[in-house]
C-alpha cells in the first residue's frame, strides 16, 4: 500500500493499495473541518458484464511513483478549481473479482457544488489521465482495456476554460 498526505494543510490523501477499503469509514473520515457543509463520495466497483461479455475479474497495474504523481496533479488541479476541505482518493491495484471494490473518491467543502462537481472531475481525469493498466477476464479469454470513448468525452467537458466547469 502507499498511502501519502499531498499537503497537511490541505487534507489531501492518495493511496494505492492492493486492500479492500471500507466506503462508510471513508467518509467518515472526510468529517474532520467544522467548515465542512458537503461530502460527495464515489465508489467504483468490478462489474460482471463489459461489451457483451461476462466478466469473471480484473487485473490492474500501475508504474509505482508516476501513477502517485499523476494522481496528485488531477487533486491539485481540481483544489484549483473548487474550494475543497479534504479530498480522498484511493485506488486498488492487482486481482480483482466481480462486485469488489476498485476506486474510491471522496471530496469535502463548505458548499455541495464544490463537492460535486470536484468529485466528479477527479473521477473523470483518473479515468483518462492516470497510468492503470485493466485486463478483464472473460468467459471467452483474458483482454487488456483501453479508455472508453465515453470516459475521453466525459473529461473533455473539463476542458472548456472555464476553471469551474
Request: net charge negative; charged share 25%; with cysteine.
Amino acid at each position: 500500500m502507499h498511502s501519502f498526505p499531498l499537503s497537511p494543510e490541505a487534507n489531501i490523501i492518495i493511496s494505492i493499495q492492493t486492500d479492500d477499503f471500507d466506503p462508510a469509514a471513508e467518509q467518515q473520515a472526510l468529517c474532520q473541518n467544522s467548515n465542512t457543509g458537503a461530502i460527495v463520495t464515489f465508489t467504483g466497483l468490478v462489474r460482471d458484464m463489459n461489451a457483451g461479455e461476462n466478466i469473471t475479474g480484473l487485473y490492474l497495474e500501475h508504474y509505482p511513483g508516476m501513477t502517485e504523481r499523476s494522481l496528485e496533479k488531477i487533486v491539485d488541479e481540481a483544489q484549483q478549481r473548487w474550494s475543497l476541505n479534504i479530498v480522498k482518493v484511493i485506488h486498488r491495484v492487482g486481482q480483482l473479482h466481480t462486485g469488489d471494490q476498485i476506486v474510491f473518491v471522496g471530496t469535502a467543502s463548505a458548499h455541495r457544488s464544490d463537492s460535486f462537481s470536484a468529485c466528479a472531475f477527479i473521477m473523470d481525469y483518473l479515468k483518462t489521465r492516470a497510468p492503470f493498466w485493466k485486463k478483464e477476464t472473460t468467459t471467452g479469454g483474458d483482454r487488456w482495456l483501453d479508455a472508453r470513448d465515453s470516459d475521453q468525452i466525459a473529461a473533455k467537458r473539463w476542458d472548456s476554460g472555464d476553471p469551474r466547469c
